[in-house]
């Protein structure tokens, strides 16, 4: 969907780095959400946030930062990326309400080498 | 916790032949929501399912959520190529947690 972007599209960084992956939405929506996908796990949820500067811990937040300063951006950093972290991470959004549809970001595919 | 189980991990298929993907939870669901992924693409919203026993239809796509609310499908039939991709199952315990639960998706392949 256009009204959200996530940047870079594409990241190749080293062990022990750390990188931030950008999450910009035009909706206005309250929940903000990220995921990441890999073979064989499907999509796990890392971190979610219900509005501006209210973040709460998904399945799998471990080595994860978040932060939301503003309700259009939801950036999330790994701190000391490992090769474990190597994955494709999508951002979600949605209305205020569980039974709104998530809308996602095209993803940043992530390798840590 | 919640767990949601969805089966089959992969399917291919011939072209015109029927498909079905499930979803099982361990608990109760208020609702489950349907997604697709293309191959290269991000997950895009298909359908959302609330009542008990409720059956809803997509052109070849038939979505049912059974009647204890603990289970689901999507059946689509006489696949085409447009159909292939990964399905997924999105849902939210009756607890009102906010941490919806993907269930690990179905991957539909087509045989031309």
């Known amino acids: 969907d256009a009204g959200i972007t996530q940047s870079p599209r594409y990241k190749i960084t080293e062990t022990g780095r750390q990188v931030t992956l950008m999450c910009h939405q035009t909706?206005?929506?309250?929940?903000m959400f990220w995921y990441r996908q890999d073979l064989g796990h499907g999509l796990r949820l890392i971190y979610y946030s219900a509005a501006a500067d209210i973040t709460d811990k998904g399945e799998v937040p471990d080595g994860y930062v978040v932060s939301r300063s503003k309700t259009e951006n939801f950036p999330l950093t790994l701190e000391s990326a490992t090769r474990s972290q190597t994955s494709v991470y999508f951002c979600?959004?949605?209305?205020?309400?569980?039974?709104?549809?998530?809308?996602f970001g095209n993803g940043t595919r992530l390798t840590v080498t | 916790g919640q767990q949601v189980m969805q089966i089959p991990q992969y399917q291919h298929v011939q072209e015109g032949e029927d498909f079905t993907t499930y979803c099982n939870s361990s608990?109760?669901?208020?609702?489950i929501q349907w997604y697709k992924q293309r191959p290269g693409g991000h997950p895009v919203f298909l359908i959302q399912?609330?009542?008990?026993?409720e059956v809803k239809k997509q052109k070849r796509l038939t979505f049912q959520f059974g009647e204890a609310k603990k289970n689901s499908s999507l059946h689509i039939t006489a696949t085409q190529t447009t159909d292939v991709g990964t399905y997924f199952c999105n849902t939210i315990s009756n607890f009102g947690n906010e941490k919806l639960t993907f269930g690990t998706g179905t991957r539909l392949t087509i045989i031309p």
């Open positions: 909706w206005s929506h309250s929940y």
């Open positions: 979600a959004s949605r209305e205020t309400g569980y039974n709104s549809p998530l809308h």
């Open positions: 608990t109760t669901l208020s609702n």
């Open positions: 399912l609330v009542k008990s026993g």
